[in-house]
């Protein structure tokens, strides 16, 4: 475990925001937090291929992620707040209601790792080993 790692997943009681994204993204090879002012959202990606948006337009705070289309059924049936990826393949994404979400902290960062991860699988192996090696001399800094 990271050192950033006890502070990005800390316990159910905090709230997902921007800031806690950013600290999450750090623990993961290649992966960036930031905003993109156009869209009004904080963006995250790895090697410029998007695994989640976070946004708190018009009083809602929404968190939108890649999954497996079967495991994303299986989400919305679970939790009421989990709803298709808004404004984005309705299979492949999933957005979660914040505002009103029963989802634990620990299962929310579980799921923007596992998106993280199908985008990351999709990179050639060559580019996902220079992203690791990298991520480790970070690391050791």
Same mark, same amino acid.
């Given at each position: 475990?990271?050192?950033?790692?006890?502070?990005?997943?800390?316990?159910?009681?905090?709230?997902?925001?921007?800031?806690?994204?950013?600290?999450?993204?750090?623990?993961?090879?290649?992966?960036?937090?930031?905003?993109?002012?156009?869209?009004?959202?904080?963006?995250?990606?790895?090697?410029?291929?998007?695994?989640?948006?976070?946004?708190?337009?018009?009083?809602?705070?929404?968190?939108?992620?890649?999954?497996?289309?079967?495991?994303?059924?299986?989400?919305?049936?679970?939790?009421?707040?989990?709803?298709?990826?808004?404004?984005?393949?309705?299979?492949?994404?999933? *957005?979660?209601? $914040?505002?009103?979400? =029963? !989802?634990?902290?620990?299962?929310?960062? &579980? @799921?923007? %790792?596992? *998106?993280?991860? $199908?985008?990351?699988? =999709? !990179?050639?192996?060559?580019?996902?080993? &220079? @992203?690791? %090696?990298?991520?480790?001399? $970070?690391?050791?800094?």
């Amino acid at each position: 475990m990271s050192s950033s790692e006890p502070a990005a997943r800390a316990s159910s009681s905090a709230r997902v925001t921007a800031d806690w994204l950013t600290a999450l993204a750090r623990d993961f090879p290649g992966a960036e937090a930031g905003v993109k002012p156009e869209w009004d959202v904080c963006v995250l990606s790895v090697e410029g291929k998007i695994f989640g948006l976070f946004s708190e337009n018009s009083g809602e705070q929404l968190l939108t992620l890649k999954g497996d289309p079967l495991e994303n059924e299986a989400l919305r049936q679970t939790y009421p707040e989990v709803i298709p990826g808004y404004h984005m393949n309705k299979r492949h994404w999933n *957005s979660v209601r $914040l505002g009103v979400s =029963s !989802l634990p902290l620990d299962h929310v960062s &579980e @799921l923007v %790792e596992a *998106s993280y991860d $199908l985008v990351f699988a =999709s !990179l050639t192996k060559p580019l996902q080993r &220079e @992203l690791r %090696e990298r991520h480790v001399i $970070l690391r050791a800094q």
